[in-house]
């Protein structure tokens, strides 16, 4: 390892001492490479562990890339993994696999082209497998380490948001203007949460910046969310609730939320329909619930709260045929 420190002075004068920065040294640089350190240790725990995950033989299988540019899939998807673990966020920062003495501990290391051009020549197609591959590596892995467990009586609760990633480059494929006005991408992300679990992504998608907020959530929700969250060890007839804002106040979520066997709690739009709803509940129908900044008050029994819920009998997508209609409280 070479390291290039910056030179520094400690002048000296009667009454008073102080460190001051040399403005004339080069610019600090830092070389990794001792051929019998590797830099990133931590790596080879991480991907023992997923290899103990099946990821390597479920890669193995899949996406199956036309051309050379598709080939050894087994080894370029673990190698893409481990830079992401070790902190690559772009395709440049894979040759970090190479640095120091990381060929002693690991094979198959590529210069960041060939990852490069492998990604490249995915289709949509192609993205649908890798997330097939995600799903039963996640599987895999909270068979060895228990990220998610279900708790008797409590819900499995599965949040659906997005995001946007915003970038400066017009070069850059999919980018657009979404209602924020930021150019970017607009990721579709699903979380599951459980009583005694830290939240765990199981889905996601990267769509076009301009796209509209919901679209294709029936997929992530069905066939990615729910689908996922029912394979995973220690679920098993576990109660799940799927979570979302007004964005996906619509007929594909829910009905894609229902078909799943999940219950939904979903933000929904003030329209006048709505407000009609709402309008009969007596003041005293509503309860305070825990919410953000709540307090308990004990002499009442009852949550002090800016929040609180009613219960009404209420019909939603009546325009669509009645079997598609879906009734709740």
């Known amino acids: 390892m070479k390291v290039d420190f910056t030179t520094v002075h400690f002048p000296k004068s009667s009454s008073i001492s102080w460190v001051q920065i040399s403005h004339t040294s080069s610019a600090t640089s830092v070389s990794f490479d001792d051929p019998k350190s590797v830099w990133e240790a931590g790596l080879v725990p991480a991907v023992k562990l997923a290899t103990h995950a099946g990821l390597q033989k479920l890669t193995d299988r899949g996406p199956t890339v036309p051309t050379n540019k598709g080939a050894n899939a087994e080894a370029k998807i673990p190698s893409l993994v481990a830079g992401m673990v070790a902190g690559a966020d772009s395709i440049d920062d894979m040759a970090l696999l190479k ?3 990381t060929g002693k501990v690991f094979t198959d290391r590529y210069v960041p082209s060939t990852p490069g051009s492998f990604l490249r020549s995915f289709t949509f197609g192609h993205v649908s497998q890798l997330g097939v591959v995600a799903s039963r590596a996640l599987t895999g892995l909270n068979a060895q380490i228990p990220l998610l467990v279900s708790e008797p009586g409590e819900y499995v609760r599965v949040d659906v948001d997005y995001t946007i990633i915003e970038i400066h480059s017009r070069q850059k494929q999919g980018s657009g203007y979404g209602y924020s006005g930021a150019r970017g991408f607009k990721a579709q992300l699903a979380a599951v949460t459980t009583v005694g679990s830290a939240p765990t992504f199981v889905a996601q998608r990267l769509r076009k910046g301009s796209t509209g907020s919901s679209r294709g959530c029936a997929r992530l929700i069905g066939d990615a969310a729910l689908a996922t969250t029912g394979r995973l060890a220690y679920m ?16 594909a979520a829910m009905q894609a939320a229902i078909s799943g066997r999940a219950e939904v709690s979903v933000t929904v739009r003030m329209d006048p329909r709505d407000k009609r709803a709402i309008a009969p509940i007596h003041d005293d129908a509503w309860q305070t619930i825990d919410y953000t900044d709540a307090v308990f ?33």
Do not use: Q
């Open 99 to 101: 640095h120091g003495g």
């Open 236 to 251: 098993a007839g576990a109660r799940v609730l799927v979570r979302a804002d007004s964005a996906y106040h619509g007929h």
């Open 297 to 329: 008050d004990e002499d009442t029994g009852r949550w002090s709260s800016k929040a609180e819920v009613a219960e009404i009998p209420f019909t939603a997508f009546t325009s669509r045929k009645k079997s598609n209609a879906c009734s709740d409280g």
